[in-house]
C-alpha cells in the first residue's frame, strides 16, 4: 500500500485564492454585467521590457544556430548572469558578496520553500505573522509543526506584526534556529530600517541561528536609507541568506528566473556541533535537484542590468508606484489607516472589522477585488492587502468606486 506523507493532511484546506476565486465567480455569476477590476493578485501586469525581449529574441536565435546551440547549462547559473548580480545588486551597494555565492533559479518561491530541505526536523522556526504563506505551509509539509489550531500551526514561533511595531516584528526573546524575514514585506508593505535588521542579524549570530530574507520586492525601496539587502547589515554574511526575483522586479512571473545568495561564511551545524559550509550544501542539493533556468530566460534577465535596461525596469516599478500612491492617498482619505505604498507595490490597509467581510463590501458594492488579510495569518484579520500591479486606468477607476461604496456603508 502506498502511504502518504500525512503531513500533507495538516495543510489548512481552503487556500485564501481559491477561497477568492470562489467568491469571484459567484459574483460574477449573478453578475455577468458587472466589470470586475481585480486588486487582489501579486502579479504584475506590464508587459516585459524592450531590453529584456531584445536578448531574449537573440538567444532564442543563438540556440537555433550550430554554433550558438547550448545544452545543459551549470545548474548554478551562468557565469554572465552570475557576475552582473554580484556586482550590480551587491558590490555596487557595499555588500561583499561574489558571483560564485549566487545560485540562478526558477523562483523565489521555490527557494525560499526547498531552503528548509536542509535543516534537522527538530529545530524551531520562526515565521513572521501576516506573512508569505509559502514559509509556513512548506515547513509543515515538511513534519516541523503539529496540527493547525485558530489559525495557526503547532510548534512554530510567530513573530507579529501589528500597527505598534509598525509590521516589523522584533527579534524573540526564546531561542529560535530558523527566521524567516521578507522586506519589503508582502502582505503589509513595511520595510526594515538598518538599525532593526540588525537587531536581527545579532540576534542570529548570538543565538547560532540562520536568516532566510526573502527580499523579491527590493527594487520597490526608494528611500535611500531603507537597506535592499540584508548584507548591508555588517556580520550578516556569516548567518543569512537571501532570496531574490525578477519575478516583480522585471516582470519575468511568467519568464522565471530569480537567485538565491548563500555567502560563503555562512556556516551551519550537524548534531555534534561541528560547523559545515551552507553553501556546500545547497550547491549539493541545488545540483542534485535542479537543471539550471534555459539560457534565453536568463539573457533576458541578465539585460536588465546592461544598457537601457535598467532605465526600463525602473519606468516600470515607478508605474506601479504611482498606482500606489494613488490607492494609498484616496483610502487615507477615507479615513483608513495605510501602511506600505511607498518602499512597496502593497498597501495595507486597516479595515476595521472582519477581513473576509469588508472583502465581500467590496466585490458586492463596488465589483473590486481586495486580499482580505485573514488568509496571511491571524494578524492579518482586520487588514486588506491591495495590490498596485495594475494599469492606471483600472486603479483609478476602481479607486472611484471603492470611494462611492464606501460612503454609502
Ligand atoms: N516571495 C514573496 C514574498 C512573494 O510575494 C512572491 C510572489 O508573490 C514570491 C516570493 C515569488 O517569487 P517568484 O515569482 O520568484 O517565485
Not at 126 to 150: C, E, K, L, Q, S
Not at 269 to 294: P, Q
Not at 330 to 348: D, E
Amino acid at each position: 500500500m502506498i502511504k502518504i506523507n500525512e503531513n500533507y493532511l495538516k495543510l489548512a484546506s481552503s487556500y485564501l485564492f481559491a477561497e477568492i476565486g470562489r467568491r469571484v465567480a459567484a459574483f460574477q455569476e449573478q453578475n455577468p454585467q458587472k466589470e470586475i477590476i481585480r486588486l487582489g493578485i501579486g502579479d504584475v501586469t506590464r508587459p516585459l521590457t524592450k531590453a529584456c525581449v531584445d536578448a531574449f529574441r537573440k538567444a532564442v536565435d543563438e540556440m537555433g544556430e550550430t554554433n550558438g546551440f547550448r545544452g545543459y547549462g551549470p545548474e548554478q547559473g551562468y557565469g554572465f548572469l552570475r557576475e552582473q548580480i554580484a556586482k550590480n545588486d551587491y558590490q555596487a551597494r557595499g555588500a561583499d558578496i561574489g558571483a560564485g555565492e549566487i545560485f540562478i533559479s526558477d523562483g523565489a518561491k521555490c527557494d525560499s520553500g526547498n531552503f528548509q530541505e536542509l535543516f534537522a526536523q527538530d529545530i524551531i522556526v520562526a515565521v513572521p505573522d501576516p506573512v508569505y504563506p509559502v514559509y509556513v505551509d512548506t515547513n509543515v509539509m515538511a513534519g516541523r509543526t503539529g496540527g493547525a489550531a485558530g489559525g495557526r500551526y503547532e510548534g512554530l514561533v510567530y513573530l507579529e506584526g501589528t500597527p505598534q511595531n509598525g509590521f516589523v516584528p522584533e527579534p524573540p526573546k526564546e531561542h529560535v534556529d530558523l527566521i524567516y524575514l521578507c522586506f519589503p514585506n508582502n502582505p503589509t508593505g513595511s520595510v526594515a530600517t538598518k538599525d532593526q535588521l540588525k537587531a536581527w542579524v545579532d540576534y542570529a549570530r548570538a543565538e547560532k541561528a540562520l536568516i532566510l530574507f526573502d527580499a523579491a520586492y527590493e527594487a520597490f525601496i526608494s528611500d535611500p536609507d531603507i537597506p535592499r539587502s540584508i548584507y548591508e547589515i555588517p556580520g550578516a554574511r556569516d548567518v543569512a541568506v537571501e532570496f531574490r526575483s525578477f519575478s516583480k522586479t522585471a516582470g519575468f512571473t511568467g519568464t522565471r528566473c530569480a537567485f538565491a545568495v548563500v555567502p560563503a561564511s555562512c556556516m551551519v551545524y550537524d548534531g555534534s556541533g561541528k560547523a559545515h559550509s551552507l553553501k556546500d550544501l545547497w550547491n549539493r542539493r541545488h545540483t542534485t535537484k535542479f537543471n539550471g533556468v534555459s539560457y534565453p530566460v536568463q539573457r533576458a534577465a541578465e539585460a536588465a542590468y546592461l544598457g537601457d535596461g535598467p532605465a526600463q525596469i525602473r519606468s516600470t516599478v515607478d508605474y506601479y508606484m504611482a498606482n500606489a500612491k494613488l490607492i494609498k492617498e484616496k483610502m487615507s482619505s477615507l479615513g483608513y489607516t495605510c501602511t506600505g505604498g511607498v518602499n512597496a507595490p502593497y498597501i495595507w490597509i486597516e479595515c476595521r472589522g472582519d477581513s473576509w467581510k469588508f472583502f465581500d463590501m467590496l466585490l458586492n458594492a463596488a465589483g473590486v477585488v481586495c486580499t482580505p488579510g485573514a488568509g496571511f495569518g491571524k494578524c492579518g484579520e482586520g487588514f486588506i492587502r491591495i495590490s498596485a500591479f495594475n494599469s492606471r486606468e483600472n486603479v483609478e477607476k476602481a479607486l472611484e468606486r471603492i470611494e462611492k461604496a464606501v460612503k454609502k456603508t
